[in-house]
């Protein structure tokens, strides 16, 4: 409220003196705000990945699994929307397949799954809460981190007794949805 006071009521200052009031009104309404500068900036919108552990997409994981045998995840596009109200949709295009010993891996149809659920953002870190779906047990809460237009989420993906921590960067993109 202070700084639009400020905007409104001409000023006789010096320049100088104009601009470091209204610092120390910008930063009054950051203390105001108990320093969430994310209240300032929207994170409704469409969010694409760009990189998975760090590698550009189409990017691919092998997961051990068992006597030789590995498990590959080629993960060809994935789309996060922010809806207002607090609501996400998350939506995959991939390539799975289990690779025997000694064999290569073979062409397979591209599989699509979607996630949707709620989300919460405070001081940059979001977290989201997929909503169970029916014949599957609780889904694991997603936690990333907001730096601008980048979204970066890290999680743990398992196959078996395989543990691997996984890296999505994702970027707002407002050509989707």
């Given at each position: 409220?202070?700084?639009?006071?400020?905007?409104?009521?001409?000023?006789?200052?010096?320049?100088?003196?104009?601009?470091?009031?209204?610092?120390?009104?910008?930063?009054?309404?950051?203390?105001?705000?108990?320093?969430?500068?994310?209240?300032?900036?929207?994170?409704?919108?469409?969010?694409?990945?760009?990189?998975?552990?760090?590698r550009?997409?189409?990017?691919?994981?092998?997961?051990?699994?068992?006597?030789?045998?590995?498990?590959?995840f080629?993960?060809?596009?994935g789309?996060?929307?922010l809806?207002?109200?607090?609501?996400?949709?998350?939506?995959?295009?991939?390539?799975?397949?289990?690779?025997?010993?000694?064999?290569?891996?073979i062409?397979?149809?591209?599989?699509?799954?979607?996630?949707?659920?709620?989300?919460?953002?405070?001081?940059?870190?979001?977290?989201m809460?997929?909503?169970?779906?029916?014949?599957?047990?609780?889904?694991?809460t997603?936690?990333?981190t907001?730096?601008g237009?980048?979204?970066?989420?890290?999680?743990?993906?398992?196959?078996?007794?395989?543990?691997?921590?996984?890296?999505?960067v994702?970027?707002?993109?407002?050509?989707y949805?």
């Amino acid at each position: 409220m202070a700084a639009y006071l400020v905007l409104l009521i001409p000023s006789r200052l010096p320049p100088a003196r104009e601009t470091r009031l209204l610092k120390i009104a910008a930063l009054g309404l950051l203390v105001l705000h108990g320093g969430h500068t994310a209240l300032l900036l929207p994170i409704e919108g469409s969010y694409v990945a760009r990189t998975l552990n760090g590698r550009a997409l189409p990017a691919e994981l092998r997961l051990p699994a068992t006597a030789g045998d590995f498990r590959l995840f080629r993960l060809e596009q994935g789309i996060l929307r922010l809806s207002a109200g607090g609501r996400f949709t998350l939506y995959f295009r991939y390539y799975h397949q289990l690779v025997r010993r000694g064999t290569r891996p073979i062409a397979t149809p591209v599989l699509s799954e979607s996630e949707a659920g709620t989300y919460t953002f405070r001081n940059n870190q979001l977290m989201m809460v997929p909503a169970k779906k029916r014949g599957t047990g609780s889904r694991p809460t997603i936690a990333a981190t907001i730096s601008g237009e980048e979204i970066r989420a890290s999680y743990l993906l398992q196959n078996g007794s395989t543990q691997e921590r996984v890296t999505l960067v994702l970027r707002r993109d407002a050509s989707y949805w």
